[in-house]
């Protein structure tokens, strides 16, 4: 017997952090998450598997459309004519969307009680399922617990959304341990909530995170998909990825340590860039964040050229790899060649500005100054700004130093150029 | 650093050119030339000398870029470098012997100024001067800005700043506009939010629609059946007025049926079956009699053909004697013409024999003495092999000799070379030498550490100030604790504390009385109260005018009016001090706070003075203890900073004198290495130099322990090439006798093979080739006359012979009546006899074809006859009739029995076809249940009810279908998902704008507030000196700069001797660029107080100077010049005289 094990699908989440430009396939991409899920649904069909788990986190929880919950029961018919049972368990994203409730799905889409936990059994494959919905999104108990026993001649499948314990990149709901999930005597643990893939453990009682079907931001690169299990009345025999995101996140970093010239780093990150395209073998739709980074002459034109570096990376992405590589970002995280001590021994105008600039972040007014200029900006942004400018939130509390710390060595490096 | 002698040996147009620029107190060299005379060379030389001659160096148009070359003398510290430049990547520099010197030899001289600070900080020219003139007008009134980019040497510091500000404000500002990205991205993200609105249906909206469609789809079922009801009545009615008539007749036809009786029935065609059978019958007979009739004559004509069976079984062989004949028509005739050609390679084969000088034989004779081809192919191969035999052994003997000469060589080079030896004190001094490393790195190492040291100490000494005493003094000064400074200090504090909080109270106090007398003032001016004091006065000058009625002094006539007067205005003041009781209150409330607060005033004075009092009794004390402890005018605030800057100072004396005792231990042990090393290279007499430098003496001694090693290898490889020589000619020795063997051999087995073939045994290998041809032509001629012999000629005899033989058989077999005929004429004959029999044969085979036809026929119509008179046969049986006249009346009654019953039939089907499924016995009921006269009032009423109910749907199914619309619009459409993209698109580009904005705003503050900082640090010492040399350059007419401090920002402004200030722009071109001169100068001199020297070139700075201007400028130089080296290049004679006259004629002049 075959079975699709997916979570966290966050059905039209969209994808952050891109700034849509000339040749950037922005239009191809507005439907990812969706589309990633017809691809699961086409996966499923084609592979002609007998039962479909979900494992939590079907929407967004502040999502409010419900043309997306419509959306979720045309793909759950077409698995209903090829004849496919789904296991649907709610994370507590879906306990947060007022989706959820309302939505009436097809008939073989069959949901786990919030109350408490229940067990769903496929006679025919001698197949029992366990698991336990979110009722509200904060729920924080061990939910583990009070699953049910296993099933005498079955296959048991647990299906839970957790954070397991101490995840630190998710917030911890549902905690248990991998100890007391084996203790439950299961053949497998269908887990959802963590973004990573992860296998946490294999025979004879396998947990496994299918990691989200698809990354949405610079946090989430590399493939994303479910997990296709085979298995049968004596326990999993195998476990593969199935891979169906429309779009995958690289961080291509680049060492200009060698670049002369902004020219150089170009040539430089086209390169990379260049790589990147050919190793992608799938021809999948690329996302690449561009850190360009080490101890080079060219640091003071990068920070004085950012827009100009970014408008030639552009280039270059759109030259090896048009309409199907986007750059999300330009990140200029290079060091000048100079190293302080020899602009001290310089000993002239620009060795006594450097060592103005070391007494910046000590100046009070300064600081005080600047952070409320800088405040004006951050004061009326919108909220999600917040998280996706590193430098507000220490901006709207006042707090400037860093970044004066960080801006003097580009500036004075800036200056031996243009000297 | 400065440069004691520059060579230019060959660069530009020089060759071994030398300068010297000896030193001198003041070190100032004027190097003079026209135009084209090479001062731009020589200042690129100067650069090149020191950091390198450039790749794409263009003065190589004398000296080719690989020829190039500069040297020089240069100072340092109380060392010298002599060294020469040359063009190359690597080990460019040479010392005075042509050693190659350590690419960083340098480095102790330079420090770590490369070209390009080097040519900013200490190169000026007119172009320069210029232009740094212009950048103070751009800079406008900044002083900070002019200030910084005097000193750096660069101009664009206004254009960094403006880039930065330009970005920051294209990106955001606090005012929105379309034009600033982050602006323009928030539109975006509003016009998505609002398309993300618009598209997003919440599930409340879903749920409302759904019932909505539920609803009225309901009511418009219910309607539907109502409809249903009716429909099935009027349906019923119908069928019953449809079918009554039907029924009647199928009674009808049931009726007629049962009054024909019973009938035998036969089938509908009877009629025409008996009919067709009676033609048939007649036109059969008839054709049978006549094709009897055209067999029997058929059968007359075959009887009279007679076949010949034999010739025509014949046939094959005849055709086959007929081809041969064909084929040997010719044969005769071709063997004479054969046989005459046989006896033309004869004649040709003569001609052969006799070339060959051989007697003329038969053909025979003439075979067996040909040689046989075995010995043919000896004598080929031998003469094919003698060449190489020859070659051989020629070669072989010219190898033996060329091998003797080149021996001879050998042993000449092995008397040639020289005997060499190093000895062992060289190696282990050469090792000793090695083992101490790079000395020259570690010296420059350890002078750098040292004058990094003693300038840390200068540094350390200035912070000392006034107090800067002998460091032994410094030792044992035994200073206050940090503790009773503090605690002093703390005192100190207090006072100055309290004197300030004192002072401000006193003056807050002072302007509080201020304005209460104001108060006080300006309140009596608006109410005029009237005081007791005024009223009493008024009185009193009242009773005085009445104490003199009543002494009868005054008249009461007289006093009368004024008594009256009087009167009356002490009643009114009295009226009036009664009507203003309240504000004369008032009035003393506020003279009272006035009393009270100069009370106050008067308390602050004294506290005041007495905390001055105890102030200055501490400072006293103060000023007494620092005068004992060695630091007299020592204020107490600087004494903690002061014993700080000693701290630095002892600290910084201690590393001087560490650095200094590790350079003298290093001095020392390269001074003995030198001394070992040098002495072991005078034992080995090599010429050495004692005042060489380390480096080159271990150059020196590796190239003598190198050469000795190289010559041994060399002569030990000569040795092995004369013994492999010696074997090498003993071998070739043994391969030429072997070559002179091989040809003997062969002379031999030639003349053997030569009498065999029948030649004569001394012919040459020419003769013999020339009789292997004629051999070869004679086999060729023998073999064409065999050839013809057998292939032609004999195989015609045989085909003619094999064809009378043929002709013969066939005519005993078909035709004896030819024997003694020709062959040819026999077999001309019985072909024709052939024709005619074949002709016979074709006849007949028609005749029995048509025969067999005519035969068949016959037989078909006989067929025909019997089958037309069985055909009728089963009509007659079924109807049980004999003739055919009784049958035609019994097929009239079935054919009348099968219209009744068809009639019926049909009836009854047409009923069933309107019955709308019901069975006949259903439709009967039915029929028999309605009044069927009733049935158009009551269809009439169920249409009426009908419409009503129709109008009623019609007017429902509108409303579903418009929910349905509204409910399907909900149908997972992607469009709120898309808005959402476009809004997290818009963040991005408002993220990206933001970062970018935070980092160039961050910068462009951060330069403007150093700058400010820097012009704060710097425009005390360097306005004051660049003042000075200002005002020397403009010969007085400026007397200094000064700081505009009201202007915003602040200004930098001449000032003229009468006082009066000039900004910059108001400044001629000439006096901005003595400004910038000025300014250049004044940099210079403060970055030399805290850096090395360099020599500083000046490039025809004065060229738009008048001669005192000039004059003055060259002062401004000689004031730098005591400082470090200056180099002055010029194309103005007349700036010698001045200078000599600035120097006292102590300058060296140079002329190019």
């Given at each position: 017997m075959k079975f699709i094990h997916t979570a966290d699908i966050h059905l039209d989440s969209p994808l952050t952090g891109l700034a849509s430009y000339g040749d950037a396939p922005a239009e191809m991409l507005r439907t990812a998450t969706r589309d990633a899920f017809t691809n699961l649904v086409n996966e499923a069909i084609e592979e002609e598997v007998d039962f479909m788990v979900i494992a939590g986190d079907l929407y967004d929880g502040t999502w409010k459309d419900y043309n997306t919950g419509y959306f979720f029961c045309r793909e759950m018919g077409r698995l209903n004519k090829a004849d496919i049972p789904v296991y649907l368990l709610f994370g507590n994203h879906d306990a947060e969307s007022e989706m959820t409730k309302k939505l009436s799905l097809p008939p073989?889409?069959?949901?786990?009680?919030?109350?408490?936990?229940?067990?769903?059994?496929?006679?025919?494959?001698?197949?029992?399922?366990?698991?336990?919905?979110?009722?509200?999104?904060?729920?924080?108990?061990?939910?583990?617990?009070?699953?049910?026993?296993?099933?005498?001649?079955?296959?048991?499948?647990?299906?839970?959304?957790?954070?397991?314990?101490?995840?630190?990149?998710?917030?911890?709901?549902?905690?248990?341990?991998?100890?007391?999930?084996?203790?439950?005597?299961?053949?497998?643990?269908?887990?959802?909530?963590?973004?990573?893939?992860?296998?946490?453990?294999?025979?004879?009682?396998?947990?496994?995170?299918?990691?989200?079907?698809?990354?949405?931001?610079?946090?989430?690169?590399?493939?994303?998909?479910?997990?296709?299990?085979?298995?049968?009345?004596?326990?999993?025999?195998?476990?593969?990825?199935?891979?169906?995101?429309?779009?995958?996140?690289?961080?291509?970093?680049?060492?200009?340590?060698?670049?002369?010239?902004?020219?150089?780093?170009?040539?430089?990150?086209?390169?990379?860039?260049?790589?990147?395209?050919?190793?992608?073998?799938?021809?999948?739709?690329?996302?690449?964040?561009?850190?360009?980074?080490?101890?080079?002459?060219?640091?003071?034109?990068?920070?004085?050229?950012?827009?100009?570096?970014?408008?030639?990376?552009?280039g270059q992405a759109a030259a090896v790899g048009i309409h199907k590589l986007w750059v999300e970002k330009v990140r200029v995280e290079t060091t000048p060649a100079a190293d302080p001590n020899d602009i001290k021994a310089r000993a002239d105008a620009i060795a006594d500005l450097q060592a103005l600039l070391e007494e910046a972040p000590k100046d009070e007014l300064l600081l005080r100054n600047l952070a409320e200029e800088l405040q004006q900006l951050v004061g009326k942004a919108p909220f999600e700004l917040m998280d996706a400018v590193q430098d507000f939130k220490s901006i709207r509390a006042g707090d400037v130093v860093q970044i004066v710390k960080t801006v003097s060595p580009s500036l004075i490096a800036h200056l031996v150029k243009a000297s | 650093?400065?440069?004691?002698?520059?060579?230019?040996?060959?660069?530009?147009?020089?060759?071994?050119?030398?300068?010297?620029?000896?030193?001198?107190?003041?070190?100032?060299?004027?190097?003079?030339?026209?135009?084209?005379?090479?001062?731009?060379?020589?200042?690129?030389?100067?650069?090149?000398?020191?950091?390198?001659?450039?790749?794409?160096?263009?003065?190589?148009?004398?000296?080719?870029?690989?020829?190039?070359?500069?040297?020089?003398?240069?100072?340092?510290?109380?060392?010298?470098?002599?060294?020469?430049?040359?063009?190359?990547?690597?080990?460019?520099?040479?010392?005075?012997?042509?050693?190659?010197?350590?690419?960083?030899?340098?480095?102790?001289?330079?420090?770590?100024?490369?070209?390009?600070f080097f040519d900013q900080m200490f190169g000026l020219d007119h172009e320069k001067l210029v232009a740094g003139g212009n950048e103070i007008l751009s800079a406008s009134n900044d002083i900070g800005q002019i200030l910084f980019q005097s000193a750096a040497g660069i101009g664009s510091l206004g254009e960094v700043r403006d880039a930065l500000e330009a970005e920051a404000d294209g990106l955001w500002a606090r005012r929105k506009s379309a034009d600033r990205l982050y602006y323009a991205a928030s539109d975006e993200l509003a016009i998505a939010e609002a398309a993300l609105k618009q598209a997003t249906v919440r599930t409340k909206d879903w749920v409302a629609a759904r019932d909505v469609v539920a609803r009225l789809e309901e009511q418009l079922e219910d309607s539907r059946k109502q409809y249903r009801g009716l429909e099935e009545t009027r349906i019923r009615l119908e069928r019953v007025r449809r079918v009554a008539p039907i029924l009647n007749t199928l009674?009808?036809?049931?009726?007629?049926?049962?009054?024909?009786?019973?009938?035998?029935?036969?089938?509908?065609?009877?009629?025409?079956?008996?009919?067709?059978?009676?033609?048939?019958?007649?036109?059969?007979?008839?054709?049978?009699?006549?094709?009897?009739?055209?067999?029997?004559?058929?059968?007359?004509?075959?009887?009279?053909?007679?076949?010949?069976?034999?010739?025509?079984?014949?046939?094959?062989?005849?055709?086959?004697?007929?081809e041969r004949r064909q084929q040997v028509r010719n044969h005769e005739s071709d063997i004479v013409k054969r046989k005459l050609e046989i006896d033309g390679h004869w004649q040709n084969v003569e001609l052969l024999i006799r070339q060959l000088g051989w007697p003329t034989e038969d053909e025979v004779r003439l075979r067996s003495r040909l040689p046989d081809v075995p010995l043919r192919a000896a004598i080929a191969n031998l003469i094919k092999g003698h060449s190489a035999l020859a070659l051989a052994h020629a070669t072989a003997e010219q190898a033996v000799r060329d091998k003797d000469i080149e021996l001879q060589s050998i042993d000449e080079q092995i008397r040639g070379l020289p005997v060499t030896t190093v000895s062992a004190s060289l190696r282990s001094a050469l090792a000793a030498a090695r083992a101490l490393g790079d000395v020259d790195a570690m010296e420059r190492q350890l002078n750098s550490q040292l004058a990094s040291a003693r300038r840390k100490l200068k540094v350390a000494r200035t912070g000392l100030g006034q107090w800067d005493l002998e460091l032994q003094v410094l030792q044992n000064l035994e200073l206050p604790s940090s503790q009773e400074i503090d605690e002093l200090r703390q005192r100190q504090t207090t006072y100055e504390a309290s004197a300030t909080t004192l002072s401000e109270r006193a003056a807050e106090l002072r302007s509080s009385i201020r304005d209460q007398v104001l108060d006080v003032a300006q309140y009596r001016e608006a109410h005029h109260p009237v005081t007791w004091a005024e009223l009493t006065e008024v009185r009193g000058t009242r009773d005085i005018v009445w104490q003199s009625i009543k002494s009868g002094a005054t008249p009461l006539a007289n006093a009368a009016p004024d008594y009256e007067a009087k009167v009356q205005a002490a009643d009114g003041m009295s009226d009036k001090r009664h009507d203003k009781a309240q504000e004369v209150s008032e009035l003393q409330a506020k003279q009272d706070s006035l009393q009270r607060l100069q009370q106050q005033a008067c308390d602050l004075e004294q506290r005041i003075a007495k905390n001055g009092a105890e102030q200055l009794s501490m400072q006293v004390e103060w000023a007494a203890r620092a005068d004992k402890i060695g630091l007299p005018g020592m204020p107490l605030l600087a004494m903690g900073a002061w014993r700080e800057a000693r701290e630095s100072v002892l600290h910084a004396a201690a590393a001087v004198v560490d650095a200094e005792s590790a350079l003298d231990e290093l001095t020392r042990k390269a001074t003995d290495a030198k001394l070992v090393l040098s002495a072991a290279l005078a034992g080995e007499a090599s010429e050495t130099d004692a005042t060489e430098m380390l480096e080159a003496l271990i150059i020196a001694a590796s190239d003598a322990v190198e050469g000795a090693a190289k010559m041994k290898v060399r002569r030990e490889e000569l040795d092995k090439q004369r013994v492999s020589g010696i074997t090498a000619r003993a071998t070739l020795e043994d391969k030429a006798a072997a070559a002179a063997r091989a040809l003997k051999a062969w002379e031999t087995s030639w003349r053997e093979n030569v009498v065999r073939a029948g030649l004569d045994a001394e012919s040459d290998i020419g003769m013999v080739e020339g009789a292997l041809s004629l051999f070869a032509s004679i086999e060729k001629a023998l073999g064409a006359i065999q050839e013809l012999r057998k292939t032609r000629i004999e195989t015609m005899q045989r085909d003619l012979q094999d064809f009378e033989k043929e002709a013969t058989v066939l005519t005993n077999l078909l035709a004896p009546d030819l024997k003694g005929q020709s062959s040819t004429e026999v077999e001309s004959e019985i072909a024709r006899r052939l024709v005619l029999a074949k002709a016979d044969q074709k006849e007949w085979e028609r005749l029995s074809k048509e025969l067999l036809s005519k035969q068949a026929k016959a037989a078909d119509a006989l067929g025909r006859v019997n089958a037309a008179t069985a055909g009728i046969q089963p009509l007659l049986t079924l109807s049980k009739t004999s003739t055919n006249d009784a049958l035609r009346v019994a097929i009239a009654r079935s054919d009348q029995w099968r219209a009744l019953n068809e009639a019926f039939s049909s009836a009854k089907r047409t009923a069933q076809d309107s019955a709308d499924g019901l069975t006949l016995e259903a439709l009967d009921a039915e029929l028999q249940s309605t009044d069927v006269s009733g049935i158009p009032v009551t269809l009439s009423d169920i249409g009426r009810q009908r419409d009503e109910t129709l109008a009623q749907q019609n007017a429902l199914s509108a409303d579903p279908a418009n929910a349905n619309t509204e409910l399907s619009k909900i149908a997972g459409q992607d469009e709120a998902a898309r808005a959402e993209s476009g809004r997290q698109d818009a963040l991005a580009k408002m993220a990206n704008a933001a970062e970018r904005f935070i980092k160039v705003f961050t910068a462009a503050r951060l330069l403007r507030w150093a700058i400010d900082r820097y012009r704060e640090t710097k425009q005390g010492p360097m306005l004051t000196r660049a003042g000075e040399i200002f005002s020397g350059l403009t010969l007085g007419s400026f007397q200094k700069l000064v700081v505009d401090f009201e202007s915003e920002p602040l200004a930098l402004e001449g000032q003229r001797a009468d006082g009066k200030l000039v900004g910059i722009a108001g400044m001629s071109d000439g006096t901005r660029d003595q400004l910038y001169f000025a300014l250049r100068i004044a940099a210079l001199e403060l970055h030399l107080a805290q850096s090395q020297s360099l020599p500083f070139i000046a490039d025809d700075l004065f060229i738009n100077y008048d001669d005192a201007r000039a004059r003055a400028g060259l002062v401004a130089l000689s004031e730098l010049a005591q400082k470090t080296q200056v180099i002055f290049l010029t194309h103005h004679d007349h700036l010698v005289p001045a200078a000599q006259s600035v120097f006292a004629g102590n300058v060296n002049v140079v002329n190019l």
């Open positions: 073989n889409v069959h949901t786990f009680a919030t109350r408490e936990p229940s067990t769903f059994r496929i006679e025919r494959l001698k197949v029992a399922l366990h698991g336990r919905s979110f009722k509200e999104a904060a729920t924080t108990e061990n939910l583990a617990l009070k699953y049910p026993e296993r099933v005498a001649g079955c296959l048991n499948i647990g299906v839970l959304h957790t954070a397991l314990e101490g995840n630190a990149q998710h917030a911890p709901y549902a905690p248990c341990s991998l100890a007391e999930l084996s203790a439950k005597g299961y053949d497998y643990w269908a887990l959802g909530h963590v973004h990573e893939h992860s296998i946490l453990q294999k025979a004879p009682c396998w947990v496994v995170f299918p990691g989200n079907l698809q990354g949405r931001h610079i946090r989430e690169t590399g493939p994303r998909g479910a997990v296709l299990v085979t298995a049968d009345e004596t326990g999993i025999l195998s476990v593969e990825r199935l891979f169906v995101d429309v779009l995958r996140w690289h961080h291509v970093i680049v060492d200009v340590s060698s670049a002369q010239t902004l020219a150089d780093v170009v040539q430089l990150a086209g390169k990379a860039l260049e790589r990147l395209v050919s190793e992608n073998l799938e021809g999948k739709p690329m996302s690449a964040r561009v850190t360009v980074m080490g101890r080079t002459i060219a640091h003071g034109d990068l920070f004085s050229m950012e827009v100009h570096l970014r408008a030639e990376i552009l | 650093m400065r440069i004691a002698r520059l060579d230019l040996l060959r660069y530009g147009m020089f060759t071994d050119r030398s300068i010297a620029l000896p030193h001198r107190s003041v070190d100032f060299h004027m190097i003079v030339g026209p135009n084209e005379a090479g001062k731009s060379t020589l200042r690129s030389a100067i650069l090149d000398l020191l950091f390198g001659i450039e790749t794409r160096s263009t003065y190589n148009f004398l000296h080719p870029h690989s020829e190039m070359r500069l040297g020089a003398k240069i100072e340092h510290d109380g060392k010298a470098l002599e060294f020469s430049r040359t063009k190359a990547r690597t080990r460019t520099l040479l010392n005075p012997s042509g050693a190659p010197l350590p690419d960083n030899v340098l480095a102790a001289f330079l420090g770590s100024t490369d070209r390009k009674r009808e036809k049931e009726r007629e049926l049962a009054e024909l009786g019973e009938v035998t029935v036969l089938p509908p065609d009877a009629e025409k079956q008996l009919t067709d059978a009676e033609i048939e019958l007649a036109k059969a007979g008839q054709e049978y009699a006549l094709f009897a009739e055209q067999v029997g004559a058929i059968q007359d004509q075959l009887i009279n053909i007679k076949l010949d069976e034999q010739l025509l079984n014949s046939e094959a062989d005849i055709q086959a004697l007929t």
